[in-house]
């Protein structure tokens, strides 16, 4: 190896691995949008891939992962397998799957789901999406807000003009995001009714595809969405998802 890819990839594995600080923001922005889904948070984006800065919070040397690349982009798996040495393991097999291009349905499907007497061996989906944004007025109205201020201030969100009122986001939030948008109806613990979350940037029978991996609660698949301004959601495997538009 050359010196010159020995330096890339040490900047690689310094553009995903968050100060402590960071990491432990970021874990409250998950615990956040897990606990109370179709909420919105924001996480820090760093230098590389947001979608791999939180998972780099979270693995760990105990924790099999595979991360999903689009061609020209494996060496952010290496990255984030020197950055935290958790072992590397094929989707079928991993604790913990990073979808950095649009996973398919077949792969959500062939995720591990653990059982009901073993949870916690479902796979932890962290998939970077092209953009979010709450799809109507919060029922909770401010205070469901989950772009705070202090959490766009935290993520330099505010800095870039973005504003939330009244528990939505607006109308134009997903202008210029790539590929399909997807609305979703979400039910479940942690709604006070129902929340409705657009999704740039994955296709609808992903979506169709969780909903069927965690159709046999407790068994599934936690999901967190991560955009590339680090605007996270979360799905958690008790929540109903209803698809109601997007692009196969």
Known sequence: MTV?????????????????????????????????????????????????????????????????TAPGEEHWARALHLATSAPVAPPREARMVVALRAPTAAEIAGLPRGDALHPEHGTRLIAAVAGLAVAGPSEAGLSESALSESALSEAGLLDAGLAVADGDVPGDRLSGAEGPETVLTLSGPGVPGTRRLRVAGLHRDVFAALAAANAAFPAGIDTFLVARDGTVAGLPRSTRIEIENGEH
């Open 4 to 68: 010159t890819a020995v330096q890339g990839i040490g900047a690689q594995v310094r553009a995903v691995t968050p100060t402590a600080a960071r990491a432990q923001a970021d874990f409250r922005a998950l615990l956040n949008v897990l606990s109370r889904p179709g909420v919105l948070d924001a996480v820090g984006s760093g230098d590389g891939p947001a979608a791999l800065s939180v998972a780099a919070g979270l693995a760990d040397v105990e924790v099999p992962t595979a991360v999903l």
